[in-house]
């Protein structure tokens, strides 16, 4: 009872609080029309996704109740507006939910449809472009870091997962610095085409040597350790080893601190330059050896020139295996 009610007439309080009591019993029912249908309050503003719009953004009921999740019309392209009046909503109504039809309503006549929107800032942008070049053109060759290098005005784009799609970028994929022209989609459909200038840089574990390494080292001989690297900023793509492997040696010299290059390294030669081997001379069933000295270095199967200690005579021959070669006919 109000703190004041003392002040009034024992009749006139109970009047009072008769009334009171009565408004508080009322409260529920007051949101329903005079024949108990519920009222429709129609939204004077919705925003919806790319799949549709749908009853339940765009209508509230009194008392609140839960209202099926039924697609009523397209939603509007990006940066339009759609209106839905009162007599649209019914119908779907009727279609989709019969009992919830009532002539009791709330609200305008119309409720204005947009799509979610949301800023896209530089940093959004980098991460979209950064994620499908990754996956299209870096992929395993490290990992990609980009930046914009001109500023980015934000610009309004659908809330929705964007997609991105290449016009022009260099054919070899990113550089240390360079241009590529795009489109980002909502699905299937297009919000823009933009163009701007970014740089490159490819992060990935490289070998590097520890102390300063020699030329004709073998590789399983190397002391190597491995650093992060930028990819893009070296002369040539990086080595990829195994430190066990002695198939492969060094053709040029590496400072200590240096990564180690796939140029800098070949396969190991079976066929040493200024090697002394075997060399089979075959005529029919008879084969004659005498041992030779190769002129140059060989892998098996490649031609050596050799030459006959005793004569002096050069001859071409094929490398077979780490101590002979055969000299055809």
Not at 24 to 42: H, K, M, Y
Not at 64 to 92: E, M, N, Y
Not at 103 to 113: A, L, Q
Not at 200 to 222: C, H, M, N, S, Y
Request: proline share 8%.
């Amino acid at each position: 009872m109000p703190r004041r009610l003392h002040l009034l007439s024992p009749a006139l309080g109970r009047r009072l609080l008769l009334a009171w009591g009565a408004a508080v019993l009322l409260v529920p029912f007051v949101a329903r029309g005079s024949d108990g249908t519920p009222v429709l309050s129609l939204n004077a503003n919705a925003e919806v996704g790319r799949d549709g719009i749908y009853l339940d953004q765009v209508l509230a009921l009194q008392p609140p109740t839960a209202l099926p999740r039924v697609r009523i019309a397209p939603a509007p392209a990006i940066g339009q507006i759609a209106a839905l009046s009162r007599d649209q909503v019914t119908t779907a109504l009727r279609a989709s939910a019969p009992d919830l039809v009532s002539t009791n309503w709330s609200g305008p006549d119309r409720v204005r449809v947009s799509r979610r929107s949301r800023m896209l800032d530089e940093a959004g942008v980098c991460e979209l472009l950064r994620d499908h070049l990754q996956a299209e053109h870096v992929r395993g060759r490290g990992e990609l870091e980009l930046r914009l290098t001109r500023p980015w005005a934000p610009v309004a784009v659908p809330d929705e997962p964007l997609k991105v799609r290449i016009i022009e970028s260099p054919a070899t994929g990113p550089g240390a610095n360079f241009i590529v022209r795009f489109d980002l989609l909502d699905g299937e459909d297009r919000v823009g085409n933009w163009q701007v200038v970014a740089s490159a840089k490819i992060w990935r574990e490289v070998p590097v040597a520890v102390t300063a390494l020699r030329r004709g080292q073998v590789l399983a001989d190397l002391t190597l350790g491995s650093e992060r690297r930028d990819v893009l900023a070296l002369r040539d793509a990086p080595a990829v080893v195994d430190p066990a492997d002695t198939t492969l040696e060094l053709i040029e010299n590496v400072p200590a601190g240096q990564p180690l290059l796939a140029r800098s390294l070949r396969p190991r030669p079976v066929i040493q330059r200024g090697q002394v081997v075997e060399a089979l001379v075959r005529d029919g069933s008879m084969t004659i050896s005498l041992k030779v000295e190769a002129l140059t270095d060989a892998l098996p199967g490649q031609a050596v020139r050799v030459r006959n200690p005793k004569t002096r005579r050069e001859l071409m021959a094929k490398a077979i295996n780490e101590e002979t070669v055969l000299v055809p006919r």
